[in-house]
């Protein structure tokens, strides 16, 4: 069986700010388990990580890592945690900030981390057969695992969470950032900028996204936010495999950060939404249907359609409560209208996974009419919380949810086509129509209580994705 190296930006539980994080967290266990896959993680050390995974770590190793004209220091420390052997790489300066993200030189910071991992390699006793890599901040990673083969037959497969999110920097910084003859700039560069995430899909052996819907749809260029000549030229190499979550950590008999723990009672659901209710000051009436959003507050997540018709929708006799942060303008609409409905709507806008979880066991309904979405992992984690989800058919969200059909009592959620805010408004409303009818209600339950998305077949797909390019390439 294989060794494999995961290369990410993010890892749950050390540190989060989104799916990807859960996905790292939750998959090298499942290829571990299910599939004898010896999956090891690194990952940058920021001082975001808490104290108390930083005081479990242990020192290993350290090394100068050179690029371009710098000489940056990188500590190895090692952690293992639920039978994963996670690897962090401390330096000084990039990692040593508030937050992860958001920095003038995030560029330079994710660039100097492809250095180390590519370092790294020669100075662990693990020797990965491949490199699995994900999303824009481990593409120069792939890339220079290429350039450089620091380790004989080593192949390398890249995954996009995401490709929105590119790591695009000027290129002047190329020989700032790389030791390495110009002829190489091809393969770096996209459209006269350095670009992290092409450097990866360009290097790789193979290329996953995380659902087939949105494998097929980032070949198009609506979707492929400008690489889709790349992804043409490479589609033969491109998979789309579906992500699953962790059905232990989500999982509403034994979470801890729930008030009422349930399998599948809706009375014990009802208990939730009472309890949530009573904490974010709504009025207390468990019959009342409570629909929930939990998102970054971005474009992509379809919040201009929320925006569109939340006044209209508020008419009705519901609640609704938001959790989020991100973009001023959503931050703020959502703030003042809640402002104008005290008794229908609560803005939460912060990060705080308890709450989340509170939402996922309270509400009846999840809201996730993305305009795009490579997988989508809410719209699961509010599965497996039975609670529905609402969703528009694109990506990941088209691959899990399948809208209700009254007439032959088949679906688990509801869903509509276009990214227009009336066809929104009048799924929503369908929503509470099929709530307020008591059979309907009952089949589409059963249905959300059947739906399962372990990481079961997904780590199968990954499996075998390995075991073919040992076998072709080796
Ligand atoms: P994305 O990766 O694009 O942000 P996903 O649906 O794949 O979207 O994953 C989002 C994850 O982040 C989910 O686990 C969701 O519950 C969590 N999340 C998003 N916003 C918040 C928030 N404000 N507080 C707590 N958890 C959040």
Not at 134 to 139: E, I, V, Y
Not at 141 to 157: F, R, W, Y
Not at 335 to 346: G, I, N, Q
Not at 377 to 398: C, F, H, M, N
Request: hydrophobic share 40%.
């Amino acid at each position: 069986m294989e060794n494999v190296l995961f290369v990410a930006s993010e890892c749950t539980p050390f540190v989060k700010t989104g799916g990807l994080a859960d996905v790292i967290g939750s998959l090298p266990q499942a290829l571990k388990a299910n599939e004898g896959v010896d999956v090891r993680v690194i990952l940058p050390l920021y001082d975001e990580i808490a104290e108390k995974w930083r005081d479990q770590m242990e020192y290993h190793t350290s090394f100068e890592v050179e690029f371009g004209w710098r000489n940056q220091e990188a500590r190895i420390y090692t952690l293992n945690y639920n039978n994963i052997l996670y690897y962090f790489i401390a330096n000084d300066y990039y990692f040593t900030r508030k937050g992860i993200y958001g920095y003038y030189d995030d560029g330079e910071r994710f660039v100097f981390f492809g250095h180390a991992v590519i370092e790294a390699l020669t100075h662990l006793e693990f020797k990965p057969h491949i490199l699995h890599a994900h999303d824009w901040q481990a593409g120069i990673a792939v890339a220079l695992a290429k350039i450089s083969q620091p380790i004989e037959g080593l192949k390398t497969v890249f995954t996009i969470h995401n490709i929105k999110y590119q790591g695009i920097m000027p290129l002047t910084t190329f020989a700032d950032f790389f030791n390495l003859p110009e002829d190489h700039i091809a393969g770096l560069e996209w459209n006269g900028m350095l670009n992290c995430l092409k450097s990866g899909l360009f290097h790789a052996d193979k290329i996953t996204t995380v659902s087939p819907s949105y494998a097929e749809e980032i070949t198009n260029p609506y979707f492929s936010e400008g690489l889709h000549p790349i992804l043409l030229e490479r589609s033969n190499d491109i998979v789309g495999v579906l992500n699953g979550i962790d059905t232990k950590e989500y999982n509403p008999s034994i979470d801890p950060l729930i008030p009422v723990n349930y399998r599948s009672s809706r009375a014990k659901k009802r208990d939730n939404k009472i309890l949530l209710q009573e904490k974010v000051g709504l009025p207390i009436d468990g019959k009342k249907p409570l629909y929930t959003i939990i998102t970054r507050l971005v474009e992509q997540k379809g919040l201009h359609l929320v925006q569109a018709i939340l006044d209209e929708f508020l008419l009705e006799d519901v609640q609704f409560v938001i959790l989020g942060t991100g973009d001023q303008e959503f931050e703020r609409y959502f703030a003042e209208t809640a402002d104008r409905y005290p008794d229908k709507l609560v803005t939460l806008l912060t990060f705080d996974e308890g709450m989340a979880r509170q939402l996922y066991a309270g509400a009846d309904f999840f809201v996730m009419p993305s305009k795009f979405e490579p997988c989508g992992l809410a719209q699961l984690i509010s599965l497996q919380y039975k609670t529905v989800p609402i969703v528009r058919e694109t990506g990941g969200l088209k691959d899990t949810v399948i809208s209700f059909n009254e007439f032959t009592g088949e679906g688990n959620g509801f869903s509509f086509t276009n990214y227009n805010a009336h066809d929104l408004l009048a799924v929503l409303h369908y929503s509470l129509t099929t709530y307020h009818n008591p059979t309907q209600w009952a089949t589409l339950g059963k249905n959300v209580n059947k739906s399962q998305f372990s990481w079961k077949d997904s780590a199968r797909d990954y499996a075998s994705l390995y075991d073919g390019l040992s076998m072709k390439y080796v």
